[in-house]
């Protein structure tokens, strides 16, 4: 899988999962433009790239504003000659419950994830459509956009906006040959490392370097490499007709998350009076689905 002639851009990845990415972009030939707020984090990233023989610069900067989304691809175009690839990674917590999130709160995670993603995404488009060779966006989701995330109001309403999207600008840039996918990702991170009912398996894997079957299969959580392969795919000329698609993956899994549907659809004359609806719902209720991620009772027992 030879990505020796593109050019990739991965936001907020001095570490973690975006330099799982951009180091495995690296290893696959691309050259990679590294983003972070934090310069040492950043610099380290870059160096550890380059001495592994692979290509990269660094742009120091806060996602989301356009000023940074222009830095970011004028920089691969000054440094590499042009852009391919897009990896809408940047993110950050401020979590707490609706009732006592700030203003600032919500809006500082909304900047970052939605705002990133749109500002970075848009400038990239319109460096894909400059050089009329097609381009790759892939934005990074979560399952907690997907399924709620008690605490999290605003990482899950900003990580559901992402995969909507997506879902848009795959059927926008069709025609121009440049895809669009979301990859929602499930890893041990500095995010994932203070989840009560994960740490004692993380203890486990910092003691001897190993998941049990139950997290990296029935969890589909493991380390940042795992979920790495899935970016150089959908970046690679194998992808080229995946679009618009929510891909799971994490440890030894890998899954397509679904679109929403209408379920159990019915019908009533002339419209609905909210006495229709009452009379409708048991019917209604057998179809209505769960909220906030599943876990096997296994995980959950004592807890």
């Not at 696959?28 to 310069?39: I, K, L, S």
């Not at 610099?43 to 742009?59: F, H």
């Not at 493991?222 to 799971?248: C, P």
Request: glycine residues 10%; hydrophobic residues 45%; charged residues 20%.
């Amino acid at each position: 899988m030879d990505l020796s002639n593109k050019v990739a851009v991965i936001t907020g990845s001095g570490q973690g999962l975006g330099l799982a990415y951009a180091t495995d972009l690296a290893r696959h030939g691309a050259a990679v433009v590294v983003n972070d707020v934090n310069a040492e984090a950043a610099d380290k990233a870059v160096a550890e790239i380059q001495q592994a023989g692979g290509r990269a610069v660094a742009v120091v900067a806060p996602v989301g504003p356009t000023e940074t989304a222009q830095q970011l691809v004028a920089t691969a175009v000054e440094e590499f000659g042009r852009l391919d690839i897009m990896v809408t990674n940047a993110g950050i917590l401020r979590d707490t419950v609706l009732w006592k999130m700030s203003d600032q709160a919500f809006d500082e995670v909304v900047n970052v994830h939605l705002r990133g993603t749109f500002t970075c995404a848009r400038e990239a488009v319109l460096r894909f459509r400059e050089q009329g060779e097609g381009g790759r966006l892939i934005c990074i989701g979560s399952p907690a956009g997907q399924r709620g995330n008690f605490g999290q109001t605003n990482y899950s309403g900003a990580k559901a906006g992402i995969v909507g999207m997506v879902r848009t600008w795959a059927m926008e840039l069709q025609r121009a040959g440049i895809t669009a996918n979301a990859v929602c990702p499930v890893a041990v991170t500095a995010m994932t490392e203070t989840i009560p009912l994960f740490k004692p398996y993380i203890e486990e894997m910092e003691r001897t370097g190993t998941l049990p079957p139950l997290i990296r299969r029935d969890i589909g959580m493991g380390t940042t490499g795992d979920a790495a392969g899935i970016v150089t795919f959908l970046a690679s000329e194998e992808a080229a007709e995946i679009t618009g698609q929510a891909f799971a993956i994490g440890g030894d899994r890998v899954a397509l998350w679904t679109h929403p549907a209408l379920e159990a659809i019915t019908y009533h004359d002339e419209g609905w009076a909210a006495e229709d609806l009452a009379a409708a719902w048991p019917a209604l209720s057998e179809h209505r689905e769960s909220v906030g991620e599943e876990f096997p009772a296994e995980l959950t027992a004592g807890k």
